[in-house]
């Protein structure tokens, strides 16, 4: 597996593996600290494009608010290099911020409308600095295949919008959420929880699977829906609501009723921890 560091050699490797083949390369973005919902892109990279897949490994800085965790996000990248590997990698692009981001860069990729909803409410700027490094990534790469997971819901509808708006050629595949056994959606900043704020945290899928019964029983009104998931959030006082929607996922705007495609999607602080849960209504 090669370890790449500078954008032309990301760039030269994804062109001579497309000139070797005859066909394209799959990209994996992550900030690293990878776990089993990593691993499961990876694979599904891997197997879409069996000995051409890069996974990208780069703690972005414009995606943080100034009192978010940058500086401590886990940094794990010997392990994640042999997660990686093991997962059919066969290339790990690890750039430094300054090739990223060269000494005076000011252009940044913005995708308007969409970017303030959801999670960009709640964390202004996020979802422009997610938009700027993938539309980066995606430039130097050249891949046609592009893995995400479902649970970034509405980070996929903005760089849908992004690929789609700027005619990048690749495809956005997404990957089914990736949970505990206990139904915790697994996510880099778990290692975060306390004991008792893990146990906390499982009312986020609680609030989830409660909404997807309603749904299967029928109820499709959107108000019962997110008050029925407010009900569930406050068997857990010490757990802090940050957003509950029901949207178009394309749109990330509210909708009225459940219909199927639609995203249910939870976000709360557990502690000094922000997660995300959702589901896509069937």
Not at 54 to 63: C, D, G
Not at 87 to 100: C, D
Not at 121 to 138: D, E, I, W
Not at 222 to 251: G, Q
Request: charged share 25%; proline share 5%.
């Amino acid at each position: 597996m090669e370890i790449l560091k500078t954008v032309e050699q990301l760039r030269q490797w994804s062109r001579a593996q497309r000139c070797h083949s005859g066909e394209g390369i799959a990209l994996v973005p992550t900030m690293g600290a990878l776990h089993a919902g990593h691993a499961s892109l990876i694979r599904a990279a891997a197997e879409a494009r069996p000995g051409r897949a890069a996974v990208s490994i780069f703690v972005n800085p414009t995606q943080f608010g100034p009192n978010e965790d940058f500086a401590k996000y886990p940094r794990t990248f010997k392990a994640d290099c042999a997660l990686a590997e093991r997962q059919g990698a066969t290339a790990i692009f690890a750039p430094s911020v300054e090739e990223m981001y060269p000494a005076g860069a000011a252009t940044f990729v913005d995708v308007e409308g969409l970017s303030d909803r959801l999670d960009g409410k709640s964390r202004p700027g996020h979802f422009r600095g997610v938009a700027t490094v993938v539309a980066k990534l995606l430039n130097a790469a050249e891949p046609d295949l592009a893995f995400f997971g479902q649970k970034d819901a509405a980070q996929v509808a903005v760089l849908r919008r992004m690929v789609n708006d700027l005619r990048l050629g690749a495809k956005i595949v997404v990957c089914p959420i990736v949970r505990e056994h206990d139904g915790l959606a697994l996510s880099s900043r778990n290692t975060y929880l306390s004991s008792e704020e893990r146990r906390q945290a499982l009312v986020l899928s609680r609030a989830i699977r409660r909404v997807e019964e309603l749904v299967a029983g029928g109820e499709r009104d959107s108000e019962s829906l997110i008050n029925a998931a407010y009900a569930v959030f406050a068997e857990e006082p010490a757990v802090r609501v940050d957003y509950i929607e029901l949207v178009d996922w394309s749109t990330l705007l509210p909708v009225m009723s459940a219909t199927p495609g639609t995203l249910f999607a939870v976000a709360a602080w557990v502690g000094k921890t922000r997660l995300i849960d959702n589901a896509i209504i069937a």
